[in-house]
Structure formats: structure tokens, C-alpha cells
């Protein structure tokens, strides 16, 4: 079981990393005379064509991103330094490590200490996605923005960070 949750939490962690680069934040879809998809994520925006081009730019400042993305940045990038050492924490304390009996009672703190940070990174991955996610519906549905402006729309890189998240919570719950 301790394994299973260590290997959840690991693949969580992944995840979370990987939802902390992808350049699919958002998402606007453009149908004007080419196809065009414009994508924004936390380190830089890009355009993608149907063609099969891809042109991405990395922001220019960190001032120049809306507040959710500020804080995300933060967020996600300490959920992920958080979470390596969470895991190395943890995986001391896994009982299939052998130790000698007289350090059992150390490897019941480390795993309980390792659980603890890795429930802590799940939650700083989740609530950056969440918030980022809520930002964009709210922002979808308002009735002031007339309908013939393209809205952004949730992308792929929200879910990798819910998956990754949950899969770190679950595992770090198990530990």
C-alpha cells in the first residue's frame, strides 16, 4: 500500500511539473482567415496554426501577467520544489527500505513528515488550477462581453494540474 501511494504521489508530482510548463492555460480559439489557436500559460504565450506552425514568446515581465498568473507561478513552482522533497522525505520512511529496529520509530516521522509536505503540494497545486479555471469561466459567462468576442476558454495543462494534484493527496492520504 505504502508503495502504491508513494508511486500515486510520484506520478501526481510529475504531472503538477509538467501542468507548471505547458504553454495551455488558456485557450482562444480564433476562425478568422487561418486557423488559429492561441495558447497562455505560465512562462510565455503562443499561436498555433493549422498549418502546423507554432510561434511561442516568453513575457517580457512578470508584472505584465494577470494577478492569477502572478500567484500561480509562485504557487505551482513551490508545489513542485515542495513536492521532490516531500518525496525523498517519504521514500526514507517506506517500510520497504530495510533499517535496523531501533529506527523504526524515525521512519514512522519520516513517512508521516513526507506525507504531510506531499499533502501540502497538493493542495498548492490545486488551488492555483482552480483558481486560474474559475477565473476563466467567470470571464466566459459574463454578460457585459458582447458574444462576437472570442472568450479564452480551459486548457489542457488545468487538467494535468487537477489530476496531479488529486494523484498527490490521494497518495500523500495513503502514506
Known amino acids: 500500500l505504502q508503495l502504491v ?3 500515486l504521489s510520484v506520478l501526481g508530482w510529475i504531472l503538477t511539473g509538467t501542468c507548471n510548463y505547458l504553454p495551455d492555460w488558456k485557450n482562444l480559439n480564433l476562425d478568422l482567415n487561418v ?11 503562443c499561436i ?11 513575457f517580457d515581465s512578470f508584472l505584465d501577467l494577470p494577478l492569477e498568473f502572478r500567484i500561480s507561478r509562485i504557487l505551482v513552482s513551490t508545489s513542485n520544489g515542495l513536492g521532490l522533497l516531500s518525496l525523498v522525505i ?3 520512511g517506506l517500510d520497504c527500505l ?11 516521522q519520516l513517512l508521516l513528515l513526507g506525507s504531510i509536505l506531499l499533502w501540502t503540494t497538493g493542495v498548492l497545486a490545486l488551488v492555483p488550477v482552480s483558481w486560474v479555471a474559475h477565473t476563466i469561466i467567470q470571464e466566459f459567462w459574463d454578460e457585459d ?5 472570442p472568450r479564452w476558454e480551459i486548457g489542457d495543462a488545468l487538467f494535468s494540474g487537477w489530476f496531479g494534484g488529486f494523484f498527490i493527496i490521494l497518495g500523500a492520504s495513503l502514506l
Open 35 to 45: 486557423l488559429e489557436l492561441w495558447t497562455m500559460g505560465l512562462w510565455q504565450t
Open 145 to 149: 462581453i458582447p458574444e462576437i468576442v
Open 5 to 7: 501511494a508513494f508511486l
Open 98 to 108: 530495510r533499517m535496523e529496529d531501533t529506527q523504526q520509530k524515525l521512519k514512522k
Open 90 to 92: 517519504s521514500s526514507l
Open 48 to 58: 498555433v496554426q493549422d498549418v502546423g506552425g507554432t510561434q511561442c514568446k516568453d
